[in-house]
């Protein structure tokens, strides 16, 4: 199974910041990489899939790159309203579908 | 608008047995893959099962293979998870998910709780 790893495991920051999160996959996985948001007690919401398409919705200020191993997640402008979880899952090879273990971004 | 409602959770006892439902809305349920994601208290998503649009297809989580089955009827516009043998491991929110590349659209999930 492919691992993907994300960094850091959590991150404070304030409004404003641009915040970056990273994803490494255990081996390559061409651009088949979705990012997800999840806020406590909710269920996960796509971002980004194919690493940098943005889905239909989501706003401007995130953004995905990377392609093969490295991938990255930004938000250019922090809102409160961006403050959960964030994970990375692969689907280049399966099964089985495997997540990041979530980075928690909180308020600074 | 497009929605996925989980039902069925509840609280069983370990080797106990109970199958959870999904509810698609909104879509074309009949042409899409469907997934079982579930996140333990406090931790991670983990993908536990998938089936393929037409059923012709189904893969598992090794940690539930042999032990869950993921059904649909498309003409009920339902996914279905039999889980048998529960342990208290499995305890967790289990989501449904509409494959299209990435999981696109997520149910509000189910919580599963396995105790004594």
């Known amino acids: 199974a492919i691992r993907m790893t994300q960094s850091p495991s959590s991150l404070s920051a304030s409004t404003g910041d641009r915040v970056t999160i990273t994803c490494r996959a255990s081996?390559?996985?061409?651009?088949?990489l979705a990012w997800y948001q999840q806020k406590p007690g909710k269920a996960p919401k796509l971002l980004i899939y194919a690493a940098s398409t943005l889905q239909s919705g989501v706003p401007s200020r995130f953004s995905g790159s990377g392609s093969g191993t490295d991938f990255t997640l930004t938000i250019s402008c922090l809102q409160s309203e961006d403050f959960a979880t964030y994970y990375c899952q692969q689907y280049y090879s399966y099964p089985p579908w495997t997540f990041g273990q979530g980075t928690k971004v909180e308020i600074k | 608008q497009v929605q996925l409602v989980e039902s069925g959770g509840g609280v069983v006892q370990p080797g106990g047995s109970l199958r959870l439902s999904c509810a698609a809305s909104?879509?074309?349920?009949?042409?899409?893959?469907m997934h079982w994601v579930r996140q333990a208290p406090g931790k991670g998503l983990e993908w536990v099962a998938f089936i393929r649009y037409d059923g012709s297809n189904k893969y598992y989580a090794d940690s539930v293979k042999g032990r869950f089955t993921i059904s649909r009827d498309n003409s009920k516009n339902t996914l279905y998870l039999q889980m048998n043998s529960l342990r208290a491991e499995d305890t967790a929110v289990y989501y449904c998910?509409?494959?299209?590349?990435?999981?696109?659209?997520w149910g509000q999930g189910t919580m599963v709780t396995v105790s004594s």
């Open positions: 998910a509409k494959d299209q590349e990435a999981f696109d659209i």
């Open positions: 081996q390559g996985i061409s651009s088949y």
């Open positions: 909104g879509f074309t349920f009949s042409s899409y893959g």
